[in-house]
C-alpha cells in the first residue's frame, strides 16, 4: 500500500492512542495486580483487533446500516463498562496476593476478558475504525482494500501494545510499593469508566 498513507496512519493512530482514556484506566488499574497486565492489555488488543476485522470484512459497515443495532450495542456496552467501573472503584490494590495458582489462571482469564470488552465493547472505538480506516486506503494500492485496512489496525495495535505496556508496567513498579496511592489509583480508574459507561448509555438512550 502508498507508504505516505500508512505513515499518516500510523501519526493519528500514535495521538489517539497516547491520549488518555479508558484504555489508560485500565492498563494502570492492571498494573496493580503482579500478573495482570499482560492478560489486560492482551485483552484490550484483541477488542482492537475484533473491531479493525469488523471493519475490514465489511460487517462493521453492515451493522452501523441497521437500526437499532448502534444503540443496542452502546446500552450493552455501557452496562458492562459501568459495572466493570464500579468493580475497579471497589478493589483493593493487591487482587493477587494470597492467591493459588487455579485462582491465578482465573483471575488471568478475567482480565483478558475484560479487557477485550473494554475495546471490544465500547461502540466509539468501532466507529473511530469504521470512518477513520477506509480514509487512509486507495484503490491504487497493490494490495485489496480489505487487506490495507487489517494492515492499518495492525499498526494501531503495535502502538497500543508499545503505550499500554509502557503504562501497565510503569504502573507496577511505581504503585505497588504505596498501596494508599495504589487505592486511589484504582477509584479514579472505575470512575473513569464508569463515567464512559454513563455518557454511552446517555446516547444510546437519547
Not at 145 to 154: E, N
Request: glycine fraction near 10%; proline fraction near 6%.
Amino acid at each position: 500500500m502508498v507508504f505516505g498513507l500508512m505513515s499518516a496512519f500510523w501519526a493519528v493512530s500514535v495521538f489517539f492512542v497516547i491520549t488518555p482514556g479508558v484504555d489508560w484506566a485500565y492498563a494502570i488499574s492492571a498494573g496493580l495486580g503482579k500478573r495482570a497486565v499482560l492478560p489486560a492489555v492482551s485483552g484490550l488488543l484483541l477488542g482492537h483487533l475484533a473491531a479493525t476485522l469488523l471493519v475490514a470484512t465489511g460487517v462493521g459497515a453492515l451493522i452501523a446500516g441497521v437500526p437499532f443495532a448502534l444503540p443496542a450495542t452502546t446500552a450493552l456496552g455501557s452496562a458492562y463498562l459501568l459495572w466493570l467501573g464500579g468493580q475497579l472503584f471497589l478493589a483493593r490494590p493487591e487482587p493477587f496476593s494470597g492467591t493459588t495458582p487455579t485462582e491465578a489462571d482465573r483471575d488471568w482469564k478475567g482480565w483478558l476478558l475484560k479487557g477485550f470488552c473494554v475495546s471490544g465493547l465500547n461502540p466509539k472505538v468501532f466507529l473511530l475504525f469504521l470512518t477513520l480506516l477506509p480514509q487512509f486506503t486507495t484503490a491504487m494500492a497493490p494490495w485489496p482494500v480489505p487487506v490495507q485496512i487489517v494492515a492499518l489496525g495492525v499498526v494501531h495495535l503495535l502502538n497500543c501494545a508499545v503505550v499500554y505496556f509502557s503504562v501497565g508496567f510503569f504502573s507496577t513498579s511505581v504503585l505497588r510499593a504505596r498501596p494508599d496511592v495504589a487505592r486511589t489509583v484504582n477509584r479514579v480508574s472505575g470512575a473513569i469508566i464508569s463515567a464512559l459507561g454513563l455518557i454511552l448509555l446517555w446516547e444510546a438512550i437519547f
